[in-house]
């Protein structure tokens, strides 16, 4: 199917699309680790909650997130019908209408702020409001298409889940939830740019300006060893603060490294043949899994 095509079908789908569609629409992928740093917020959190408001909570969060998402698609529907990672998209694809993913994001998202002042408490739910306005309205709609930092800015948006889950148990905003957010809000410029370095090509054909787009490679890889440095003192925060114990200290003293290791990989990779798409793609996969062995250690530490 040609770009044009999928833009065409982009702009005259009808509504009717398939449940899997707007499942789809919620990038459920990213929704996952998002519920998952929530959990930990919710669990490390000074306090008790009912399990019935937890399990609220985590929905909400899930929600909003997924709706937040939906609404990133019906925006970026142009940008996404001509970079390879995104074509086969619902939207792009035809499969959902614009005007239908834009209005099924926006009442869910509605509906989960809602849901969650009405059952858990106000503050959690405005910082649930505060993180979908962020992503949409700083990340997707201003940052993402102006600036070279927009992922270092508008990541800030999924480091809000674990301040989030605190605040459902808690009502409050304090010192050891902040550093919770910027263990996630450190780790996503090293994380995204790993992906942008071996998708670099499909951000410079729509017109995104990645840093590896408007930096080069070189200086991408400079700025990612330089933030896994820095989050090694980060990542050891919770710890100081109190709010995590010894397995959460031993998981950030062995996993740190090993993502700063990810990182001289990366920079020693040769940039004109291309040779770094492994290390990147590696580097990647890491990403992830260094942020969901924190958590999990996090939520262990509490839990045993």
């Known amino acids: 199917m040609s770009d044009t095509t999928i833009g065409t079908a982009a702009q005259t789908a009808s509504a009717g699309g398939s449940v899997g569609d707007y499942v789809e629409l919620l990038k459920p992928r ?3 680790l998002v519920v998952f740093s929530g959990l930990a917020g919710l669990v490390a959190a000074p306090g008790s909650i009912h399990p019935l408001l937890a399990l609220t909570a985590l929905l909400c969060i899930a929600v909003s997130a997924g709706a937040s998402g939906a609404i990133n698609m019906w925006y970026d529907r142009d940008i996404d019908a001509v970079m390879q990672r995104t074509r086969r998209r619902p939207i792009p694809e ?16 509605i509906g989960a702020v809602l849901l969650m002042g009405l059952a858990v408490n106000w503050i959690s739910a405005a910082l649930l409001a505060l993180a979908s306005a962020f992503y949409v309205f700083v990340y997707t709609m201003w940052l993402k298409r102006r600036t070279p930092q927009n992922i270092v800015i508008g990541g800030a948006a999924g480091a809000f889940p674990p301040m989030i889950g605190w605040a459902a148990v808690t009502g409050t905003v304090d010192i050891s939830s902040i550093a919770l957010f910027l263990l996630i809000f450190m780790w996503t410029p090293p994380h995204f740019w790993a992906l942008a370095l071996f998708r670099s090509d499909d951000y410079a054909r729509a017109g995104v300006p990645m840093l590896p787009v408007t930096a080069g490679a070189r200086e991408t890889k ?12 980060v990542a050891a925060a919770p710890w100081l603060l109190g709010a995590a114990g010894t397995l ?5 003293a062995v996993l740190g490294p090993l993502f700063v290791l990810c990182a001289v990989r990366v920079l020693r990779e040769d940039d004109e043949h291309r040779a770094g798409d492994r290390a990147a793609k590696q580097m990647f996969a890491f990403s992830i899994l260094y942020l969901f062995l924190l958590f999990a250690l996090l939520i262990a530490d509490h839990l045993g």
């Open 222 to 233: 400079r700025q990612m060893l330089a933030y896994t440095l820095l989050l090694l003192p």
């Open 94 to 109: 035809g499969r959902v209408g614009p005007d239908e993913a834009l209005a099924f994001g926006v009442v869910l998202t």
């Open 248 to 252: 959460y200290a031993a998981g950030a």
């Open 30 to 32: 990213v929704m996952s």
